[in-house]
């Protein structure tokens, strides 16, 4: 596999030399298409009351990240529940809240899922995003949509936006990914220019691997004896999945805009079970459809008003089914429907006062073939109203200020508790001591609510339909500083001299504590479980995180972006129980990411880049229980990729020059092939190669 990597770049590079143009047009190619897409924005983050995390452009080609999923782990105070392979479900967690306190975002309407509340990651790939932003509380601006004040965390995907030159009317990517355990990933994706205001965006993707990976699975006695250690070769995680986007974007006046988005995701894959006991289980499958169509107006009067639309349909189907001896046999059917209506307001009283009204509605449906979901019923739906109002000051450069209250009402059906509308505020804000220096000091405090899910209402023996949901408070510090080299431009780095270019760095400090939370409870079979409202978590810790880069002489660039957390959260429900003041599972206490980039332009426009990146998560454990039995070890991996992207001109005009883009990339993950589980007893791939060529014009 490795040597026929190689070969493909080694053709790529012939091929890039074979249709070299000389000097002249070499300067030419370059000053057209790449200073013109260099943006320098000095003080971008000094607007933001709460600072989010961001990835976007070409920093996010440069990770080694096949899907969202991986991309998140690159950022601080975040965990990821990761089953393994490609085709394995992966769930975030923010701060130690869980993953239904965490909302995510694709291109500002939500990603729902009312039966279980957990948006699987590992569906969303990074070929057609543009941005992907991670957001503690909310976001900063208060014109938004009512129900995205309830999340204790946001994280928003913006899919790529079509950008055309006057004289350009149709863009086209495509690419193939291929590599370890059999992956094969091709993209294509076409941007059309059909009027000056009207562009369409088409992007398609196929993803399959047969999920194969060798890996070691050991375990040792607390007396120090091995129990079992044993070499084998993961089962049933193949994976077989299309995804399909359409998109339409019109912009009219400069204030005006629509635009309407279609997505389609299809798959089947196996589901890998535990390794237990030294026992295999590889007797599930999972068929998933994910369907929606969504749409968004804007536009703003008289420089004071603002309105936004949004509204939303999906139409989701599951099939699971298990096979497995071992377990209970299931073969089970569900289908998931969303409507979905948002209508947000701003009016800008003053400069430096604002005012924001938002409504939402939504109303889910959940059907199960096959078996009765509770008491002979097979249907369930429920309404969801928000209703926000939000203000905001900002007292010149020096103190920003906002405050919002969101009230919820949720109804189920059928349901014999009378749910009361929910009233949760929040205030934010902004401390510049020295407006010509970008150093902050930001702090919030917020309410929301984590409601029951259908399977926690009413899931065959083991739903409770008498639930409440779950309070969250969150209380927040950060220092943040930012620097801007204003004074050095993109152009002199390219000439060949050195210098700062941009240097970020943030640390916060966190309090939360969750309520009511809904916990399993054991009813004495096997087997026979009920949820129950038990559950009290304090959360503690601090989140730090750097971006520095720098231009160094001969063209080259040298980036660096590092996250650390630091986390204690304990179960402090009941002191008679034996877990009491211990770790929650799954969250380590300290955890970190680094990566460093390395890139180099020549004069034509040329890239070559070289990225290193390192993961760590520290011990933890998988019980309530902080014992040795339940001990899960701490795990790292280093990732190492090198890419390399050259223009070849292909048609010319009077006025410009039209390059097809040729890029080659080779990724090498968990370079050292360390053992590990991110849950425990599911092993992670060891070693891997990803290669990727790409073209666009």
Partial sequence: ???????????????????????????????????????????????????????????????????????????????????????GIKTINIRSMGSQHT?????????????????DLGRFSLDNLEEIQLFNGQKSDIFQSAREFGAAGNVYLTTRKPYFKEDEKVHVRGQMRFGSFSLANPNVGVDVKLTESLSLTL??????????????????????????????????GDVNAVRTELGLHHYYRTTGFWRVHVYNYYSERG??????????????????????????????????????????????????QNYDERLLPSNNRYTQQEAYL????????????????????????LARENLLLEDGVDHFARHSHWLSAATAFNVKEYLRLQASVLMTAVSNQPSAVSNQPKFTPGIFLSFRPYPKIDLSLNAFYKQSYRYPTFNDLYYTDLGNASLRPELARQHSVE???????????????????????????AISYYYNRVTDKIIAYPKGQQFRWTMLNLGTVKINGVDAKADVSFFLPLRWVLRTRLNYTYQKAIDVTNPSDTYYGHQIPYIPWHSGSA?????????????????????????????????????????YTHDLSLYGEWGITVHRTPSS?????????????????????????????????????????
């Fill in 595 to 635: 990566v460093l980039g390395l890139e180099w332009t020549s004069r034509r426009g040329d890239h070559y880049g070289l990225n290193y990146s390192f993961i760590y998560v520290g011990e933890r454990y998988g019980q309530q229980e902080n014992t040795i039995y339940n001990y899960v070890q701490p795990w």
């Fill in 479 to 505: 220092l943040a500083y930012t620097i801007v080299n204003r004074s050095f431009s993109p152009k002199d780095g390219l000439s060949g001299k050195a210098g700062l270019s941009s240097l970020s760095v």
């Fill in 203 to 236: 992007d398609a993707e196929y993803v399959y691997s047969d999920g194969k990976y060798p890996f070691r699975y050991r375990r040792v006695l607390p007396s120090g004896e091995t129990a079992y250690d044993t070499t084998a070769v993961r089962q049933n």
């Fill in 271 to 320: 589901v890998p079970g535990a390794i237990v006991n030294n026992v295999w289980r590889n007797g599930e499958r999972l068929w998933d459809r994910n369907t929606f169509v969504q749409a968004q107006w804007q536009d703003e009067w008289f420089n004071r008003w603002s309105t936004r639309f949004l509204a939303k349909y999906a139409n989701d189907f599951t099939h699971y």
């Fill in 103 to 119: 909302a995510v975002y694709y291109n500002g309407v939500q990603l729902g899922n009312a039966q279980n509340g957990q948006v």
């Fill in 1 to 87: 596999m490795a040597k026929r990597i190689f070969f493909i770049l080694f053709i790529a590079l012939v091929a890039r030399s074979a249709f070299a143009t000389n000097e002249a047009e070499q300067d030419s190619l370059y000053n057209r298409f790449q200073l013109t897409e260099v943006e320098v924005t000095a003080r971008a983050l000094a607007k933001d009351v709460i600072v989010p995390q961001t990835l976007k452009g070409a920093e996010l080609q440069r990770l080694n990240a096949l899907s969202v999923a991986d991309a998140l782990r690159y950022f601080s105070g975040v965990q990821l529940k990761d089953y393994g392979g490609v085709g």
């Fill in 657 to 697: 020059v039209h390059p097809l883009w040729l890029k080659a990339n080779i990724e090498l993950n968990n370079l050292l092939g360390q053992d590990y589980e991110v849950i425990q007893n599911y092993p992670m791939p060891k070693q891997n190669v990803r290669c990727t060529i790409a073209l666009r014009y």
């Fill in 342 to 365: 948002s209508l947000a307001n701003k009016f800008r009283v003053f400069n430096w006062w604002d005012l924001s009204l938002a409504y939402d509605y939504q109303y889910n449906t």
